[in-house]
């Protein structure tokens, strides 16, 4: 997603390894979007940096000493709750994500994610929204759609008619385009036109995105 505006993203880095912490800076150094304000190696210290140089947005490891991302996240979410807080991760840690998310981070992305996930994870909680990585497991949508995290609360219930509302049911049951269409009679390319009108609506980007969105309104019961 390219920005419309100029204004530069201030993005404060934790991490416990000094290897991580310098790749996020390679990774995102040419980006004229991103200014990379400090890197912390542990909870205290994030906390402490984001009082000092507030950023926009934070990357911040799960697993650190001193004070772990989940305390960290739950102190600055209560003191500077505009700021959006992405949690790094690997594979496994599930619980540990659920955690952060209902601590106030506003998305997640494995450490090894690709740098355009990286700016899109970063532009869209700068934006507000949720951001969910693109190697979600089912598991984990369903861990997170059903726990207590719910950036939807304070939105607005929109309308979906029944063929969207449908469609939405058969996405949550874990069914494909192809699926779908079969079971709908209809073609895959007017499924995959309704699939980005429903996430347009729903201001989410991906599947995990409109399962977590479906569950939280109540448009689809697991």
């Known amino acids: ?10 993005v404060l880095i934790a991490d416990d390894h000094i290897l991580l912490r310098e790749g996020f800076r390679t990774l995102l150094r ?35 000493p001193v004070m772990d991302g989940v305390h ?11 700021i959006g807080i992405i949690a790094l991760t690997i ?6 994500i659920v955690d952060m ?3 106030g981070a506003k998305g997640y992305l494995i450490k090894n994610a690709a740098k355009i996930e990286v700016l899109e994870a970063i532009h869209n909680v700068y934006d507000g929204l949720s951001y969910y990585c693109k190697h979600t497991s089912a598991k984990l949508t369903k861990m997170i759609a059903t ?3 719910n950036p939807y609360k304070k939105s607005e219930t929109l309308e979906f008619t029944e ?4 469609i939405i049911r058969l996405i949550c049951q874990e069914n494909s385009n192809k699926e779908i ?9 007017t499924i995959e036109g309704y699939r980005e009108k429903i996430q347009e609506k729903m201001g989410v980007r991906s599947t995990p995105g409109m399962i977590i969105y479906a569950v939280k309104k109540g448009l689809y019961i697991p």
Not at 91 to 96: F, G, M, T
């Open 101 to 103: 998310m209902e601590a």
């Open 91 to 96: 594979y496994d840690d599930e619980h540990l």
């Open 1 to 10: 997603m390219i920005r419309q505006d100029l204004k530069t993203i201030r």
């Open 30 to 64: 040419s980006n004229p979007e991103i200014e990379i304000v400090g890197a912390a190696e542990n909870g205290k210290e994030l906390v402490e940096l984001t009082r000092s140089l507030k950023p926009d947005v934070i990357c911040t490891d799960i697993k650190m």
């Open 147 to 149: 726990s207590k995290f």
């Open 181 to 189: 269409a079969t079971i709908l009679n209809l073609s895959i390319r």
């Open 163 to 166: 063929r969207e509302r449908a």
């Open 72 to 82: 960290a996240t739950r102190a600055i979410n209560r003191e500077f709750p505009n």
